[in-house]
């Protein structure tokens, strides 16, 4: 079909104008813009409003020459080449220009074969007057009056005054044509766009959409966002503590409030299930579904959500966007997946040391930067065996790759660690570079809310505004401490005046946004934040700082995965106002480029199912609907069979595990069987057999047996060198006894630890303790000896000693030592390199006070160990956990090791010096018969055969790489689901709450099938006991509140603080509870089920004092809660409390007592308004 265009030629407007009236000034286009375009005619936006002057004189300056409407559709590719071919203003294409790399697929139980994508030519901007509301109204007014028929990408584009980007139109065309979409795309690249265009097609038609998020902070942001869109009376909120008009035609919600409401409709159904007349569900940051404590909300949804209803799912960068999208096709319908990979706002990655900010990548952006080398920060400071010149070599041999990675080998291990600590710079040295780059405003991103609070207030005096933003911030200081004056964070103030917060959560949910609003507005330079402000909060900036590549987590210290870190990154670049956005990582005494590089060129993770059976699923599923009901006689009825377990399995075993599971899994399982068979071939070609072939069929037999009857000898001479070092560190580990045994009750001597770790050497300086075994009530005991691989069987190997006495003395023990970093440390003599000969005198510190091992001591014992394992060895490992606050000044005054000299080191025993000789002797031996093979007639050709057999086994390697990632997503994608939902059903027939032969349904089973918490029927059996009944609100409330403390925690930095202590009646009843909670657990116990079961008093006096009346700043004063912490909890306990009067067969006396707790308890600075 022919298109008609405009040019920018006003000789070609005259046929046009006829579709125009000229009425004074102004430019008026007639309301058939729908009839034109059926006719081949292509109307810009542009026109409706302009005055006719501004209208030629922007066609006369190069607004685009040929705006075009095609009925034709194109491919992706004819899509691509026509846009290439428009003569259209760079600076209004730049953003859609970032995305040239995208994907759109198909996947429904049709299996259609038809890709191809309808598709339009990029238009101008519209440029509209008026807010986007009225445009919305605009919208709706034409639909009442040319029909539904006039909706398409054009009329949604209008909605906005730029161009919306490629895989935005794809998206939103996939979602006009009636099918479910999934979006993968980077951290802000603009997927909110897509599902606001889906509800505006809603809207206008009169229709329905629910929009979840995992956040209920995210919930009220995009509450306000929608409602400044749509307007008030068509956004509804409805989260745990909200519920604002419910009835509109756009929901926005908290995920698992949407799964609850799923639940009723496929089980008790009710007129109040909220699901009807809906049209369209989108699940932001659905990504969340790899979570593992809250992602099987996700695939619930997914499962249960009925099949007419349209799904936008918008996730970010995944590295298995088509198994989810397959996933959605396959259990809920066609679905269409929209993949882009790049942004809209570039990044660059940049490395931050102490006096330097360098780019962390190369030109090419695929490999390190080679100024970030460790030789290239730390000089050709090498070891003593050689020139420099032959160290290079021997590091370029021993380098690899990893990922275009250069990692450097262990030619300067001793320098290696002090090269590290002394680029680590302070948060100054990093600031700095951000100004003088224009790098602000930067999310600077701390693990820890100590880390945050500890760098506001180093920087509190580093003036970041001028004087008129300053006194902006004091007014905005001023209007919210008028309107929330507890919230005010006193704490932070000084920082805050001079562009510099704090965010995460340990402040309260009011002054977190209020530190964001302010962000916005330019007026924060500067915001401390732990991860938790990654997760899809609108708080984009200029700079990303990260400042670590670990985090300490409830099992240790763990490090960031590839996604974490671009989860972060993503929050780096602000569109319409940034050409790139910057991310820079920190130089750490442990973390350096190469391992930045590592974590972020190793590629996007998968997503992986977290599927998990609960309580509530398990009732909900089986019960189907409400089968029982009491009549005042007191008689069950049944009024409706539930599913059966065949039915419920058919749902349970739809689950994206399952799926990928039953793709995947075959493929997998075959790749590996081929990669194992191949292991198998090359490792023969490797063998000494077949080299030996080799070398005999290419050599001359002289030639052969010269060399042979060397390597034979040097083969030898290995086993020998092995031998007489294992040997050695025997000795050293009886040398080292005695002396150590000796320190244990003198002074506390300094030591240097060492370990390697990917080929590098790690030098530890730290102060002796003692012997493990020697401190008593240390909590690690039991982990070092139940933990197999640190099990010492030295014994059960041959020795060579004399008496049965020196075998026991070369034993390895296990010691403790504080290191400088202010770690522990649990090592065995192994890991020992120096001791010396000065410490830290064992005196007290003040008359008549504790000595240093004594206090010493009692904070280790004190501390909640969560011990890494850094080091493995048949002689004993070494293990890692952090200190606190109280060892920081004592780690301070253990000197670096450019202050102690191995000189000063305690003299070894002479067994031991001899047995470093033999050893240093043989492997002298080594080396001079390697030469000796070197110069033999035939050792070219021999070592082409070597170089052949080394690539071989170089390929192995990598082969084995392979077949180890492959095993891991093996057992990923495991089927799971089924036989935990079995053993829930067990416990929940045990309990008299649903009888899994009949279907019956008791009332401890309503009750719990109703209720939201992490273990239902443990919450509903506490709620239906009757010694609540006598509980006045407030101690109903602390009762409460220790059923949902879990993870709230006092902070141990928080000197001379205290919380108060529940009444005593509080006590009793919790204790009378824990009687029922040990015999709750023994069941769960009997059928396999690990569901934890809360119940912690410890705080429950905070919620009684609340609860009763008192007021923020009396609780909080000298508390030794965090601010966010304690808020939590009496949301928490707000949200159970609030539950209670919708609860099935619960009495209307503890009813109306929860009413009136909740009530009492839900002011500010806990109130979060949802506008």
């Known amino acids: ?145 040319f029909g539904e028929e006039i909706i398409d990408l054009d009329e949604l584009a209008s909605i906005y005054d730029f161009h919306i980007d490629k895989f935005q139109r794809l998206a939103i065309q996939s979602f006009l044509r009636g099918s479910s979409v999934v979006v ?36 009220n942001q995009k509450y306000r966002e929608f409602r400044e869109t749509f307007g008030e009376s068509n956004v509804g909120l409805l989260t745990g503590d909200s519920a604002v008009n419910k009835e509109a035609q756009i929901l926005i919600m908290t995920t698992e409030i949407l799964r609850n409401m799923l639940y009723q409709s496929i089980g008790m159904v009710s007129s109040g299930s909220g699901l009807f007349h809906v049209d369209v569900i989108v699940l932001d940051e659905v990504h969340y579904l790899s979570d593992i404590s ?303 590089c590592k974590v972020l060129l190793s590629g996007v993770e998968p997503l992986v199912s977290q599927f998990t059976a609960s309580y509530g699923m398990v009732l909900n599923l089986l019960a189907g609907a409400k089968v029982t009901r009491r009549s005042k006689e007191a008689e069950m009825k049944v009024l409706k069979a539930g599913r059966t377990l065949e039915e419920a399995r058919k749902l349970v075993e739809q689950s994206f595990g399952n799926y990928v599971g039953s793709n995947v899994m075959l493929a997998a399982k075959d790749e590996l069987a081929e990669i194992q068979k191949e292991i198998e071939v090359l490792t023969l070609e490797v063998s000494d057999d077949a080299v030996d072939r080799k070398s005999r069929k290419q050599l001359s037999e002289k030639a052969y047996r010269e060399i042979s009857d060397l390597q034979e000898e040097l083969r030898e001479e290995k086993r020998l060198r092995t031998e ?45 303790l003692g012997k493990a075994d020697a401190l008593s009530g240390l909590k690690f005991k039991n982990m070092i000896y139940a933990d197999g691989s640190s099990t010492l069987n030295i014994m059960d190997k041959e020795l060579d000693f004399g008496d049965m006495e020196a075998q026991f003395d070369a034993k390895p023990s296990y010691y403790v030592a504080l290191g400088s970093d202010n770690s522990w440390y649990l090592f065995t003599e192994k890991w020992i390199k120096v001791v010396y000969g000065t410490g830290f005198p064992n005196v007290p510190l003040v008359q008549g006070g504790a000595l240093p091992r004594e206090t010493m001591r009692a904070h280790l014992d004190k501390e909640e160990m969560q011990w890494e394992k850094l080091a493995h060895s048949e002689f004993g490992d070494l293990w890692c956990t952090e200190g606190s606050l109280e060892t920081w000044s004592w780690s301070l005054n253990v000197p670096g090791l450019s202050s102690l000299s191995d000189e000063n080191g305690v003299q070894m025993s002479q067994a031991y010096e001899d047995a470093v000789e033999c050893y240093k002797d043989q492997r002298t031996k080594v080396s001079r ?106 101690q109903l409330a602390a009762v409460f509140g220790s059923l949902v403390s879990a993870g709230i925690r006092v902070r141990p930095w928080k000197n001379n603080s205290y919380i108060y202590e529940p009444s005593t009646t509080v006590v009793n009843i919790v204790n009378f509870l824990d009687e029922q909670r040990s015999s709750f657990l023994k069941l769960q116990e009997k059928h396999g089920v690990k569901i934890p079961c809360e119940l912690d008093s410890q705080f429950s006096g905070m919620v009684e004092a609340w609860a009763s009346g008192l007021t923020w700043r009396e609780i909080m004063m000298d508390c030794a809660m965090d601010e966010g912490d304690l808020a939590r909890l009496l949301r928490r306990t707000i949200d159970l409390l609030a539950q209670i009067p919708k609860l099935p067969d619960i009495g209307p006396v503890l009813q109306n007592n929860a009413m009136i707790a909740s009530n009492v308890m839900d002011r500010p600075p806990i109130s979060e308004l949802a506008g």
């Open 1 to 145: 079909m022919r298109t008609t265009s405009i040019s920018s030629s006003l000789s070609e407007l005259p046929h046009l104008l006829p579709f125009f009236s000229n009425s004074g000034n102004t430019c008026v286009f007639l309301q058939h813009n729908a009839i034109f375009r059926n006719l081949g005619f292509s109307i810009p936006r542009t026109f409706v409003t302009l005055r006719t002057t501004s209208s030629l004189s922007l066609l006369a300056q190069g607004y685009p020459r040929a705006i075009s409407h095609s009925a034709n559709q194109l491919s992706d590719v004819e899509e691509e080449e026509e846009e290439d071919d428009e003569d259209e203003d760079d600076d209004d294409d730049e953003a859609a220009d970032e995305y040239e790399e995208f994907s759109v697929d198909l996947f429904d139980d049709n299996k259609y074969e038809d890709d191809e994508i309808d598709s339009t030519t990029m238009e101008a901007p519209p440029q509209f007057e008026g807010q986007k509301w009225q445009r919305v109204d605009r919208l709706r007014s034409q639909v009442r009056e």
């Open 184 to 219: 993968s795309a980077p951290t802000s690249s603009g997927k909110t766009l897509i599902a606001e265009a889906a509800a505006v097609a809603t809207v206008v038609r009169g229709r329905r959409l629910f929009y979840t998020t995992p956040l209920k902070a995210l919930s």
């Open 294 to 596: 809250r992602g099987t909300v996700w695939e619930e949804i997914v499962i249960y959500c009925p099949k007419e209803v349209q799904l936008i799912c918008l996730s970010a960068t995944v590295a298995n966007a088509d198994e989810l999208a397959g996933w959605i096709g396959q259990i809920h319908g066609t679905t269409e997946l929209v993949k882009s990979m790049k942004r809209p706002v570039p990044l660059t990655w940049h490395f931050s040391m102490k006096n330097s900010l360098l780019p962390l990548l190369n030109e090419k952006g695929t490999s390190m930067n080679r100024n970030l080398q460790l030789s290239a920060l730390g000089g050709e400071s090498y070891k003593e065996d050689g020139s420099g010149r032959r160290n290079s070599r021997r590091r370029e041999k021993a380098s690899y790759k990893s990922g275009s990675i250069s990692v450097q080998s262990t030619s300067s291990k001793d320098d290696t660690n002090t090269i590290r600590r002394s680029q680590v710079p302070q948060v100054k040295d990093t600031l700095w570079y951000l100004r003088q780059k224009d790098m602000l405003p930067a999310i600077w991103f701390i693990f820890s809310r100590k880390g945050c609070d500890a760098a506001v207030q180093y920087l509190e005096h580093y003036k970041l505004l001028d004087d008129c933003e300053t006194s902006e911030v004091e007014l905005a200081l001023k209007r919210f401490r008028v309107q929330y004056p507890d919230a005010v964070r006193e704490s932070a103030l000084k920082g805050l005046l001079n562009g510099v917060a704090a965010h995460h959560a340990g402040c309260l949910p009011l002054w977190k946004s209020f530190i964001e609003v302010l962000f916005q507005q330019g007026l924060v330079k500067i915001v401390f934040a732990t991860e938790t402000l990654a997760a899809g909060i609108n708080m984009p900036a200029r700079t990303a700082v990260i400042s670590s590549l670990s985090k300490r987590s409830d099992s240790g210290r763990t490090h960031l995965s590839p996604n974490e870190l671009l989860q972060m990154a993503g929050r780096a670049g602000r569109r319409g106002t940034d050409e790139r956005g910057h991310v820079v990582l920190v130089q750490t005494p442990n973390e350096g480029a190469e391992e930045c």
């Open 724 to 768: 007489l070092r294992r040997r050695m560190e025997l000795k050293r580990i009886t040398s080292l006894k005695p002396l150590l045994k000796e320190m244990e009750n003198g002074d506390l001597p300094f030591i240097c630890l060492q370990h390697n770790k990917e080929g590098v050497q790690h030098l530890l300086p730290a102060v002796y």
């Open 929 to 1034: 018969l390697k030469k000796k093979i070197a110069r033999t007639e035939s050792f070219k050709e021999y070592k082409k055969i070597i170089d052949m057999t080394n690539f071989t086994k170089e390929k192995i390697e990598r082969l084995k790489a392979r077949s180890v990632r492959l095993v891991s997503r093996i057992e990923q994608i495991e089927p799971s689901g089924w036989k935990e939902f079995l053993q829930i059903s067990n416990v929940i027939h045990e309990a008299r709450a649903l009888d899994i032969n009949t279907k019956v349904i008791f009332p401890l089973g309503e009750t719990a099938s109703a209720i939201r918490g992490d273990n239902e029927l443990w919450l509903a059996m506490v709620l239906r006991n009757k010694i609540l009944l006598d509980l006045k609100p407030p």
